[in-house]
């Protein structure tokens, strides 16, 4: 580890982490994101708000499209489609986010809340949450 990531780590646990969302997966996630990671994973737990989810294939594929698509550019992605991969129930999402960051998208986020809450600890763990 180098002197940032060792600073950030510390300053993690140290800092009280707020629990706004009032949401079960907010409280898991303060066990293994960073301080800064956590705060992002607020703001996409917020923007998962933002989408209404549509089933297309009983637990496996979904769709879920942003509630005020109609104000948004034409050329703008309103629409993701997300997976659960049967192997191992991560959720998947189109957008490419959760791969990225590390940490599942809102798109995958709002998927999971509205399929089920039992497995939150597994969905973060899936998607390649570090602790």
Known sequence: MDLKEIFEENKSKQTPRVLSKGVP???HATKIYTRAMFEQFGEIIFQSGSYVVDEKEKGKAYLARHIRSDRWEPWSQVEFEV?????????VCECGLGELLGMPCCHAVNVRFS??????KLFLECDGARV
């Open 25 to 27: 997966i907010e409280e």
């Open 115 to 120: 399929v089920s809450d039992r497995d939150m």
């Open 83 to 91: 997976a659960i991969r049967s192997e191992d129930g991560a959720v």
